[in-house]
């Protein structure tokens, strides 16, 4: 192993400060620079670093688990922000370390970090954007790991946040990469940010003619009877308009959550048809009819001649 601190790679130059007395007694502080080899094994160390950091990246999630007591409850959006924040600071911290045994400190970075700094002033800038947005949303947590979110007219759950980017599963089951940015500067729909309870309204048309008070009565038994649908708060039907063709009644109930929304509003489309169809409650739809009032005595002759020659046999 000793061999490994003899065989010398590279050398790096450091500078520091040495204090030393004045020639009237005063101490005075006088930069000093010397030479620094850097070897094998310092070498081995730093590549020693770097794979204990990639590992612990990698498995930041499960470290956190670990460490957080199990009494301690916490909702899988803040395990997710702290293992996120945590697996920053791990790379961070490691490859300091890894390039510190290189020799490479911030005397020898500072032209990268100008580099990097007019990069971001140019073509990096909505990448930065985007990290700092990613930082935002782990920090305020507008959003959070497992919410339901509508963002640029798509809605899904938001399955992970990275870096630069925001991945959301849809109700297809397709992944959407969303830039951070647009969570921050855009309108953003949680569903289910401070209460997963959601509102399920929809309309029902009538025929004119049918009882308004036997329609809300029927509406509410099916309403209520439907067991994902609160009774706190209460459904409210309410008859809201005169259409062209219909009365149009208006649904207004509660769901707990958005798991059962879509089977929801099929079990009570499909019971409303069925109990109206019963109840011999017409569910009206747009139609129009043509009133005749007279013709002129020229087109009511053409019409009986046209009708005749059709009525005449053919030999």
Known sequence: MAILYQIELWQV?????????????????????????????????????????????RNMSGVVEIAIPRGVRLDPGVRYAIATVAN??????????????????????????????????????EIFANFVSGLIILFERPIRVGDVVTVNGETGIVSKIHI??????????????????????SDVLNWTLSDALNRLTFTVGVAYGS??????ELLQEIVRANPNVL?????????????????????RCYLPNLDNRLSTTHQLHSEIHRRFHEEGIEIAFPQHDLHVRSLPKEVVELLHMSRRNHDKPQA
């Open 164 to 185: 630069r980017a925001t991945t959301i599963l849809n109700w297809e089951r397709r992944e959407l990469i969303v830039p951070n940015k647009s969570f921050i500067t």
């Open 13 to 57: 130059t450091t500078t520091a400060t040495q204090t030393v007395m004045g020639s009237g007694g005063e101490p005075i502080s006088v930069p000093v620079t010397r030479a620094v080899a850097v070897t094998l094994a310092d070498l081995g160390l730093a590549i020693i670093i770097a794979i204990v950091t990639w590992i612990a990246a």
């Open 88 to 125: 920053y600071a791990v790379v961070t911290l490691g490859g300091v370390l890894a390039f510190a045994q290189l020799g490479i400190g911030w005397s020898q970075v500072q032209w990268l970090v100008a580099a990097v700094g007019v990069g971001l002033g140019f073509g990096l800038q």
């Open 211 to 216: 009882d308004t008070d036997r329609v809300t």
């Open 231 to 251: 009774d706190d708060p209460a459904p409210i039907i309410t008859f809201d308009s005169f259409g062209d063709s219909t009365l149009n009644f208006t649904v």
